[in-house]
């Protein structure tokens, strides 16, 4: 056994098995609240706890209340905006993501939410399954071409990476924007802009792929929608705190973005349900890592975390050193 630990929701069986194999494990059968939580930490002297956002999270003020014998704090996701990590760093808590993992999924939901968006699939859907088909349509509603479009992503990590491969595959030519160039090897002929106001005009698709922090909440607001080419679809898989929800609604539904697609928002796990009222707008419920293959992947890469440091060693996927 590594160590004691609390996992702190329910995960996918396979998750549950490694854990209660692996250590001496108290598994939650559903989402622990933070008081929850720190009291099972206290209750099963644990060492370690694995956790997730969405209703969980660290911060300055409730750190104060976790267990002093808890170590390290193993989040089962890439994003770790549900964590104050310079406050855990101040009380020695070691924290943990799991990056890699959910690469391919994610770039894949945001690629679906790229071509449904655009092509209309939802009011497709929608015709077929609640309408009755073709009689009830008339005249198709028309779409947006991708193939041989211009595709600009914010954020050229690993997932903006990805995201680029497949707009590569279909034709289109590949913008991006980060902090810093990336090297040759990783771009594979995308166009770095180094001030994303530079990149907008040239976006005929826009894909977010930032990382959520102070420096870019809400920087897709109405100033830089408005850079944006009219006609335009928008495709959101990476944070809602990114957009300002406000701005969105006004460009979809003033004709300036053609669609968006979007599976994030500001506030989940309710989101502004203007956008189901609206044709252009295809959402989905924060799905981008739900297979089974990268829930598993993601799990074990927690469990891996927690493993390595209860068992003395160096955390692998440290948020601070």
Known sequence: MAGRIVVARKFPPNVV??????????????????????QACRDHKAEGLMFSGGGQSLTAENLADLPAGVKIAATC?????????????????????????????????????????????????????????????????????????????????????????RGRGFGMRILYHDVARKIPEQEKGAEFFAKLEDMLPHCDFLSLHADFNARTA?????????????????VNAARGGLVDEDALHDALTNGHLAAAGLDVFQK????????????????????????HETRDAMGFRALDNLAAVLGGGAPIDPLWR
């Not at 098995?17 to 720190?38: Q, T, Y």
């Not at 897709?220 to 080419?229: E, G, K, Y």
């Open 218 to 234: 809400k920087i897709i607001n109405a100033r830089t929608l408005s850079l944006l080419p009219k006609g335009a679809v928008f």
């Open 77 to 165: 996701s890439v994003g770790f905006d549900h964590i104050d990590v310079p406050a855990c760093k101040a009380r020695g808590l070691i924290v943990t993501n799991t990056p890699e993992v959910l690469t391919g999924c994610t770039a894949d939901t945001a690629f679906t939410l790229l071509l449904c968006a655009a092509r209309r699939f939802g009011e497709y859907f929608r015709v077929m399954h609640e309408q009755g088909g073709w009689k009830a349509m008339g005249a198709a509603p028309l779409g947006t071409r991708v193939h041989g479009k211009r595709l600009g992503i914010f954020g050229f990590g690993r997932i903006g990476q990805a995201v680029a491969d």
């Open 17 to 38: 098995a490694k854990a209660k194999a692996e250590f001496d494990a108290l598994i939650a059968d559903r989402v622990l609240s933070m008081p929850e939580l720190f």
């Open 268 to 291: 989940e796990p309710e989101f502004d349900t203007r956008f189901a009222s609206l044709s252009n707008v295809f959402l989905t419920p924060h799905v981008g890592s739900a297979t």
